[in-house]
C-alpha cells in the first residue's frame, strides 16, 4: 500500500502525490497491472449517484478488484450500528471502504477507528474524488495548470471546496464568485490561501471571476437534501446564471465544466452546456480515470 490510508479531502494527498494520481490516472490500463487482485473494495453509498458509482465500479474491475455497492439503508450508520462497527467489520472484507455519506464526520470516524484504507465518494464537507476529475480534465486540456486560472460561479459547497483545494495545489489561481450567504468565509479563504503555490481571491460579480479564465465551473443550485430550500436557493442565484455572454468574457480558451446533474436554463444555459466550449462529458468520463489512479496509488502502483 501506498502508506495513505485515508482519502477525505483533497488536502489528505498534498501536492506531490496529487500529480502523482494524476500521473497514474492518465496511464494505460495495462501499465498499472493489477494492485486489488482478489481484494474487495466496499462501496457504501446513503447518497445514490449516477457518475460515482458507475466510475468506482469500474475503475475497481480495471485494477482486479471487485466491487461491492451496499445502499445506506443496508448497513445503516449510527441508525442499525455504529460507524466503528460497520467499518470493523467491511475491513474484514474488503482492502479499501468508499462511502458516499450525508455527515463527513462519519467519514472521520471510519478513518480514526483505522482498521482499513477509507476513501470520502462524497460528503457534505467535500467532494475530492469529483475534484481529481476535474483537474485531470483541465491538465488534458492545458498541460501544465501552474500559472492557469479556474472560475467558480455559484454556491461555495463541497464541490468548490475541493475543486478549490485541488487547484491551489497545483498552483493556479482561484477565482470565486458567489452571493451572499453562500459564499466562503474569510477564515475559509485565508485556509485556502495556504494551500500550495496559487492564490484565491472571492467576489459577488460572477464577470470578476470569469474575465479571462482558462476553465469555468458551476454546480447545481439546488443539491440533494436541499430542496426544501428551492425556491430562496434559486432567487438568490438568479444572477449566477453561466450562459453565452458570461462566457465570452473568459479567455479565448476557456473551457465550461460542471460535474452534473445539471439543469439546464438555471445554473448554466443549454448554448454553453451543449456548446464546443463545452468539456462536461470528457470531465464525467474522467471520473473513471481519476477514481483508477487514486485506488492505484493507494494500493501501490507507482
Known sequence: MSGLRAMLDITDLGADALREVLDLSRRPIVELGRPLEGDGVALVFEKPSNRTRHSMEMAVVQLGGHPVYTRGEEVGLDSREPVEDVIRVLAGYHRIVAAR???HGHLVRMRDADVTTVVNLLSDRSHPMQALADVLTMSREFGDLSGRTVAWVGDYNNVA?????????????????CPDGYHASVEELE????LGSGSVTQSADPRVAVTGA?????????????????????????????DGALMEAAATEAIFMHCMPAYRGLEVTAEVFDGPRSRVIE????????????????AGAR
Do not use: K, N, P
Open 101 to 103: 455519506v450525508f455527515d
Open 283 to 298: 470531465q464525467a468520463h474522467d471520473r473513471m480515470h481519476a477514481a483508477r489512479g487514486l485506488l492505484a496509488y493507494m
Open 161 to 177: 471546496r475541493s475543486l478549490s483545494e485541488a487547484s491551489l495545489l497545483l498552483g493556479m489561481e482561484v477565482r470565486l464568485a
Open 191 to 194: 485556509r485556502l490561501s495556504r
Open 214 to 242: 482558462h476553465a469555468v465551473h458551476t454546480d447545481t443550485w439546488v443539491s440533494m437534501g436541499q430542496e426544501d430550500d428551492a425556491a430562496v436557493r434559486r432567487a438568490a442565484f438568479a444572477e449566477y446564471t453561466v
